[in-house]
């Protein structure tokens, strides 16, 4: 019985995180909640929350995946950056996330994240380019794409915890 309550309050706890992850870039939103789904359907015997329901959360974890790596570096190649900015604007992105966003929980690491990935971006298309324009255009269709993939997977997880809500309290 306690060891229930410990396991439901585990997936609770990763689902709650994982739509915060579907904003805040370190975490890994969708793939949170799917996880959080999976332990409830354990726990439960699978009984509410079956194998197609999670088939179809995994699925869409799968897209809200895709989405982040796909709108981020399509929309910066198209603006002209190289490959080698666009890693340099991950890399920017999770070493400022990790070590600088602690300063403000939440808020300092998005916006470390942000920054760094602005900066990572900048400064690696200026050194491939040496164009200081493009390497501003790059950076901005970055953070577009950023913005854009940000907004897909937000929705992308209400639905998952919706359809996860509705299979798990509502169907029965």
């Not at 332990?39 to 509410?48: L, T």
């Not at 939440?106 to 690696?124: E, F, K, N, P, R």
Request: proline share 3%; hydrophobic share 60%.
């Amino acid at each position: 019985m306690a060891g229930e309550i410990l396991l439901y309050t585990l997936a609770y706890l990763l689902i709650f995180f994982g739509l915060i992850g579907s904003v805040l870039p370190l975490l890994p939103g969708p793939f949170l909640i799917f996880l959080g789904a999976l332990v409830w359907a354990a726990v439960d015997g699978f009984s509410a929350v079956g194998w197609p329901t999670l088939l179809f959360l995994l699925i869409l974890t799968l897209l809200a995946w895709a989405s982040d790596l796909f709108l981020t570096t399509t929309l910066a190649k198209r603006a002209g950056a190289s490959w080698k900015a666009v890693g340099g604007a991950i890399a920017g992105g999770l070493l400022a996330g990790i070590f600088l966003g602690g300063w403000i929980p939440v808020i300092g690491t998005l916006i470390a994240t942000i920054g760094g990935a602005i900066a990572g971006i900048l400064a690696l298309e200026y050194l491939d380019k040496r164009n200081l324009n493009q390497a501003f255009q790059a950076s901005k269709a970055y953070i577009g794409g950023y913005l854009l993939s940000s907004v897909f997977e937000a929705t992308l997880a209400i639905l998952m915890i919706l359809v996860f809500v509705w299979q798990a309290f509502l169907v029965r």
